[in-house]
C-alpha cells in the first residue's frame, strides 16, 4: 500500500462507523464499471449512514481527494471511475426509510428492481424501466436521470422524483425540493427562492445565485435544451426556474453525483397499469422495421422498441419461447406496448398497431400478441436480457459501449440510423442496433476492434462522425445514460455557450473539484479515449499457474479451451452478476450480502490486474486474494447466468491454488477437503463413528479438531462402504441378456453412507435390461480438494480415475453418476488438472443418472414405474445440476410415479456447496445463504423434501425436520423397490443426525 492509500486508510477507519478499504485488491474491484475504462482509485468507503458521508466529505476538501459516487456500478461511459475515493452506497446505504400512498423515501443504495416488488402488495411503482433495473440503484438512477423504453408514457427519473438530501463538497448538508419563489428581491432583483426562509445563510446564497444564473441565461438554456427531447447529456436547466418555483430535483437528476453525495431521496410512485398488452412485429429488413415504428407514433404507444437481426438470432438462442416464435428468416423487429382504461381499448389500441404496420410495411407480420401480465414481462424481457450477451459474440471485434445512447426527435430517427450506417460502412465497421423508436433514442453498438488502446483514432473518429449526425438533427448524444468518461469531452461541442454556465453551477456546488470530477465539467486536455482497460498479456512477470494451461503464442489456453488471460478480460463488468432478481440465483454470496467483493466480478477484475501486473506479484496467493477467492464455493451459477458466461469458478480455483501453494491447507480445510478418508475410517468403525456424530460433547471435540460444526447435521455411517460390500462389480439383467450397459461412478455419499442410493439405481437399470459394471479400483471424484484449491492430491485422483474409465469411455460406455458434483468434476475439472489422452473421453461419457435415466425413458427403454407412491414431495434443482444441463430431469421422472405429487421448491442455493457448510467458520454463512430455500423446506405442504445432490440433502434436513431424499430412491419405490424406506422415514430422528 503506497503513502497517500495508507494515509487515507488511518485518517478514515476511525472516522466513520462503516468499512473503509485501500488495498491494492479492493482498488483493482472498484477499477472498472461496465464501460471500457479502467482507473485504481486510491480507496473504497462503505458508509452507513449520512454521518459517514458527512465525515468522508469533510475529510475529502481537506486533504483534495475526489470523492466518486457508486451504486451498482453498471454505468457504460465511465461514470463512477476515477482516481480518489470511492464511496459505495450499495453496501450499506441500501434501506427502503418510508412508503406512503404516492410517496417512498429511499436510501441510494435500493436496488429499483427489489423496491418495485416491495411496492407491489400496494399496488404502486417507480416507473422508469432501465434495462438493466435488476441490479440498478436508485441513487445511480437519479444520478444519470434513468429512463427505459416506457419513457414516452412515464417519462424520465427527474419526473418522479420530489426532493431528497445530499452532502456537498466539505460535508454541508443540502435539502433540496421544489421551492417556490419568494416575492422579496433576492440577487440582482431576481424572485429569490429561499430568501426569507430557514434555510441557512449558505444555502440561501447558493440558491439566491443559481436563481440569478438561471434567470440570466433563460435564452441560451431554452435554446440549447428543448423540453421535449430525452436527454441526460450535461445538466438539465431547462425546466429547473419557473416564475412560481425552483425545482431543484431537475437539475440534480442527470447531474453524476457532480454536484454532491446523494444520501435520500423521495420518489413519486404510481399505480400499477391495469390494462395492457405487446406484441412483436417481425420485419423481412431492418429499413421496414424503422419506417413502420414511425408510422406507429400516431398510435401513441406507451412503448415501441426497434431490435435488429443479431439481437434477435441471440434472443432465439437464450430462450425456447423467443426461438418458437422468431424464425431464422427475420431480420428485425419492432415490441410494441400500448395501455388502456380497459381490456376492450387496449385490444383495439393493438388492432391499430396492426393496421399501421401492415400498411407501412406489407412485410410485417405479427409473431405474438399477449395481453397477459406475466408474458408481457417475459417479452420484454427479450432485450433485457439479450443486449448483455452481445459482449458474447466471439471474434476479433466486438459491439462496444462507446456510442450507443444518441437520442434525437422521434421523427427523425429513421435518418439517424441511415446516416450512422454509412458512417460505419466508410469505416468498414458493423453495429447492433437497439432503439426506443418512440423516445428517439438509438442505443447503437459499433463492432470494433479489440484490445481498444490499439484503434483509440478509430474510436474518437467515429464518435465525432456520428456526434455530427446527431448535433445536425437536433439530437443529444446521451439520451438516457448520462456522462461519464465517454461523453463529457464532446459537451462543449454539443451545447457551445451554454456549457460556461453549466461550469458555474458546478462552481456554486462543488467550488473545489471535489466531487466526481472529469464528469459533465471535463478537466484539462481530457480525452474520450484515454484511460481504455488493458487487456492483460502474458509477461515473465505472470505468476506460476497451477492449473493446467498450455502455451499459445502471446496467451495460455487450457485443455478445455479457455485463455486464462483472455478469460478474465472477458468480464465487461456489467453487473448482471449482482442481481439478486427470482429466478436467477447467480452468486449466492451477493445474495445473501450486497458487497461487491462478492459479486463474481470483482473476482475477474482482480485476476485480471494480477496477470496485467496493476497488483503486485507477490499479492497472488496471499491473504487478501485467498479472502476474495474464498468467496466463491464453485457452485457455478454465475458461469451459467452470466451473459457471456465467464468461467470465474476456475478463476478462483488458480487463485485458491496459489495460496495453497504458498502457504498449504489450514488444518480444518486440509481434513474436510479429504472427508472421503474419515469415510472409510468410520465405516469401518460405524458404531463408534455414528456414537460419537451423535454425541453433543464428542461434537463439541470434532468442531476443536476437524473444524467440523457442533450443530451441522450429519449422516451415519454405514456399516460397510458399497465398494467394499461388492463381491461381484457386473450386475446382469434378471430376466434377459443386456440391451446396454453402464459404468457406476459411486462417489463419496452413496459409498460410504448411503449404499442403498447405489443398489436402486442398480436395481433399475438392470430391470430394464442394462448391464451395470462397478469398477474395482474407483476413487471418489476429488470436487472437495478441487474446490479447496489443493490440486495435487485432486489430480492423484483424477488420475486413478481417469485410468479406472478410460477403458469404458473408450467403448463408449455412459459413466453414471447419482452425484451431479462427480458429473461436473469430471467434465470439468479432469481436463484441467490432467495431460491424459482419455481426459476428454471420460469427460465426454460422464452423465447424472437423472439425465440419463431420462434418455433412456424417451427412447423407450425404460419402462414407467407401476407402483404408487402416495407423496407429496418438494423438489429442488441443485446448482451443480444446473450448470450440467441447465435444468434437471428429475422433475419429469418422478412424474411418471403414479400417486406422486410434485411441488417445485425455486427459491435459489441451499448453501452447502458440498463440504462448504460443513466447516465451522462457513456454518453459519451457509445457513444464511439458504434461508429462502430452507424457508421454503420447513414451510411448504409438502411431505417430503428431494434433490439429488448429498450436500443440498443436508442442508434441507438441517433447518427441517422433513425428510430429503434422492429422486432416485423415490423413482425405486416407483418400481417397488427399497421397501424399507417407508419405514425409515416414520423413525425418529436424533437432532444431530439426519435420516
Known amino acids: 500500500m503506497d503513502e497517500l492509500r495508507k494515509r487515507v486508510f488511518e485518517d478514515l477507519s476511525g472516522a ?23 482507473i485504481l482509485p486510491v480507496g473504497v468507503v462503505y458508509p452507513r449512514d449520512e454521518a459517514d458521508v458527512i465525515a468522508v466529505a469533510q475529510y475529502a476538501e481537506d486533504v483534495a481527494l475526489a470523492l466518486i459516487p457508486r451504486g451498482a456500478g453498471s454505468s457504460v461511459t465511465g461514470a463512477v471511475l476515477g482516481r480518489g475515493l470511492v464511496v459505495d452506497f450499495s453496501r450499506y446505504m441500501n434501506r427502503v426509510e418510508s412508503i406512503e400512498e404516492n410517496t417512498a423515501r429511499v436510501q441510494p443504495g435500493v436496488v429499483l428492481e427489489r423496491l418495485n416488488r416491495r411496492l407491489l402488495r400496494f399496488g404502486r411503482y417507480l416507473p422508469p424501466d432501465p434495462g438493466n433495473l435488476a441490479v440498478t440503484t436508485i441513487g445511480g438512477m437519479v444520478g444519470v436521470n434513468a429512463s427505459g423504453p416506457r419513457s414516452v408514457r412515464v417519462g424520465a427519473m427527474r419526473d418522479h422524483v420530489a426532493g431528497g438530501r445530499m452532502v456537498l463538497s466539505g460535508g454541508r448538508v443540502f435539502e433540496f425540493a421544489r421551492l417556490r419563489r419568494q416575492k422579496s428581491v433576492g440577487v440582482a432583483g431576481t424572485a429569490d427562492p429561499g430568501a426569507e426562509s430557514d434555510h441557512p445563510q449558505w444555502v440561501r446564497d447558493l440558491l439566491s445565485k443559481l436563481t440569478h444564473l438561471l434567470e440570466s441565461n433563460r435564452g441560451l438554456i431554452e435554446r440549447h435544451q428543448p423540453r421535449w427531447l430525452q436527454n441526460s447529456a450535461g445538466y438539465q436547466l431547462n425546466g429547473v426556474l419557473s416564475e412560481t418555483e425552483l425545482c431543484l430535483p431537475r437539475l440534480i437528476c442527470g447531474s453524476e453525483g457532480t454536484l454532491g453525495l446523494l444520501t435520500s431521496v423521495t420518489v413519486y410512485l404510481s399505480p400499477l397499469p391495469d390494462h395492457c398488452g405487446v406484441a412483436l412485429v417481425l420485419f423481412d429488413n431492418l429499413q421496414s422495421a424503422i419506417r413502420c415504428a414511425e408510422a406507429l407514433l400516431e398510435t401513441d404507444p406507451s412503448a415501441c422498441d426497434v431490435v435488429d437481426r443479431r439481437i434477435l438470432s441471440l434472443a432465439r438462442e437464450a430462450d425456447w ?3 418458437e416464435i422468431i424464425p431464422v428468416s427475420a431480420e428485425a423487429g419492432l415490441l410494441v406496448e400500448q395501455v388502456g382504461q380497459s381490456d376492450r381499448e387496449v385490444k383495439a389500441r393493438m388492432r391499430a398497431v396492426q393496421r399501421v404496420a401492415r400498411q407501412a410495411a406489407p412485410s410485417a407480420r405479427v409473431a405474438y400478441e399477449s395481453f397477459d401480465a406475466d408474458q408481457i414481462l417475459a417479452m420484454w424481457s427479450l432485450p433485457r436480457r439479450v443486449v448483455p450477451l452481445l459482449m458474447g459474440l466471439a471474434g476479433p471485434t466486438a459491439p462496444v459501449p462507446f456510442v450507443e445512447d444518441m437520442a434525437v426527435p422521434p421523427g427523425a430517427l429513421q435518418e439517424l440510423i441511415h446516416r450512422s450506417q454509412r458512417v460505419l460502412q466508410r469505416h468498414g465497421l458493423i453495429a447492433s442496433i437497439y432503439a426506443h423508436a418512440a423516445a428517439g433514442q438509438l442505443h447503437l453498438r459499433p463492432f470494433l476492434p479489440q484490445p481498444p488502446h490499439e484503434h483509440r483514432r478509430v474510436y474518437e473518429q467515429v464518435a465525432e ?22 461523453r463529457t469531452p464532446f459537451l462543449q461541442r454539443q451545447y457551445g455557450e451554454l456549457y460556461d454556465v453549466f461550469r458555474q453551477v458546478k462552481d456554486l456546488f462543488d467550488p473545489h473539484n471535489i466531487m466526481n470530477p472529469g464528469k459533465i465539467i471535463a478537466g484539462p486536455h481530457q480525452s474520450a479515449v484515454s484511460d481504455f482497460r488493458v487487456p492483460p498479456r502474458r509477461s515473465g512477470e505472470a505468476p506460476e499457474l497451477q492449473l493446467r494451461w498450455s502455451e499459445d503464442g502471446l ?6 479451451g479457455e485463455d486464462i488471460y483472455g478469460e478474465s478480460a472477458r468480464c465487461n463488468g456489467c453487473a448482471a452478476c449482482r442481481t439478486q432478481q427470482h429466478p436467477l440465483r447467480m452468486c449466492p454470496f451477493f445474495r445473501a450480502e450486497s458487497d461487491e467483493a462478492n459479486a463474481p466480478r470483482s473476482k475477474a477484475n482482480v485476476v485480471r490486474d494480477v496477470l496485467a501486473g496493476n497488483i503486485p506479484r507477490e499479492e497472488w496467493g496471499e491473504a487478501a486474494i485467498k479472502e476474495l477467492a474464498d468467496r466463491c464455493f464453485q457452485c457455478g451459477q454465475c458461469r451459467l447466468e452470466c451473459p457471456v458466461n465467464v468461467d470465474i469458478p476456475a478463476l478462483m480455483v488458480e487463485a485458491k491454488a496459489a495460496h495453497v501453494a504458498s502457504n498449504g491447507l489450514k488444518a480444518g480445510d486440509w481434513l474436510i477437503s479429504r472427508v472421503h478418508t474419515l469415510g472409510a475410517l468410520g465405516c469401518r468403525a460405524s458404531w463408534l463413528a455414528n456414537w460419537i456424530i451423535a454425541s453433543p460433547f464428542a461434537r463439541w471435540i470434532l468442531e476443536r479438531t476437524l473444524g467440523i460444526h457442533r450443530r451441522r447435521r450429519l449422516p451415519r455411517f454405514a456399516r460397510r462402504s458399497f465398494l467394499a460390500s461388492l463381491k461381484n462389480h457386473v450386475f446382469e439383467p434378471a430376466d434377459s441378456p443386456a440391451r446396454s450397459e453402464v459404468v457406476l461412478f459411486v462417489d463419496y455419499y452413496a459409498n460410504y453412507h448411503d449404499p442403498d442410493l447405489a443398489r436402486a439405481l442398480i436395481g433399475i437399470l438392470c430391470s430394464n435390461g442394462i448391464r451395470v459394471i462397478v469398477p474395482a479400483r474407483q476413487r471418489v471424484s476429488g470436487m472437495a480438494m478441487y474446490s479447496a484449491g489443493d490440486l495435487e492430491p485432486a489430480r492423484r485422483l483424477a488420475e486413478q480415475n481417469t485410468r479406472e474409465l478410460a477403458e469404458a469411455a473408450r467403448d463408449g460406455l455412459p459413466i453414471v453418476c447419482t452425484e451431479p458434483s462427480a458429473v461436473l468434476c469430471m467434465k470439468d475439472a479432469y481436463p484441467r488438472l490432467l495431460d491424459h489422452p482419455d481426459v476428454g473421453l471420460v469427460a465426454e461419457q460422464a452423465v447424472e443418472a437423472g439425465a440419463y435415466l431420462l434418455q433412456l425413458y424417451r427412447e423407450e427403454m425404460l419402462q414407467s414405474p407401476s407402483h404408487p407412491v402416495h407423496l407429496t414431495v418438494g423438489y429442488h434443482t441443485p446448482c451443480h445440476t444446473r450448470v450440467l444441463h ?16 410434485l411441488h417445485r421448491i425455486d427459491a435459489g ?6 463440504t462448504y457448510g460443513l466447516a465451522a467458520e462457513n456454518f453459519e454463512r451457509s445457513l444464511q445463504i439458504g434461508r429462502p430455500m430452507l424457508r421454503h423446506v420447513a414451510e411448504g405442504v409438502f411431505q417430503v423434501a428431494s434433490a439429488e445432490c448429498s450436500g443440498c440433502k443436508l442442508q434441507m434436513e438441517q433447518a427441517s425436520d422433513k425428510v430429503a431424499v434422492h429422486p432416485l430412491k423415490l423413482l425405486a419405490l416407483g418400481y417397488g423397490m427399497l421397501p424399507r424406506l417407508r419405514e425409515q422415514w416414520g423413525q425418529p430422528r436424533k437432532r444431530l443426525l439426519v435420516s
Not at 886 to 901: H, K, Q, T, V, Y
Open 909 to 914: 442455493c441451499t448453501g452447502m456447496a458440498g
Open 16 to 38: 466513520v462507523r462503516g468499512e473503509v478499504r485501500c488495498d491494492p485488491v479492493a482498488c483493482s474491484m472498484y477499477a472498472t464499471d461496465a464501460s471500457l475504462y479502467q
Open 886 to 901: 441447465g435444468g434437471s430431469a428429475w422433475p419429469e421422472l418422478l412424474r411418471l410415479i403414479p400417486g406422486l405429487r
Open 555 to 560: 496467451w495460455f489456453r487450457s485443455a478445455a
Open 321 to 323: 419461447r423467443f426461438a
Open 465 to 486: 462522425q456520428l456526434y455530427e449526425i446527431v448535433w445536425d438533427l437536433g439530437g443529444t448524444i446521451s439520451g438516457t445514460h448520462g456522462d461519464g468518461l465517454s
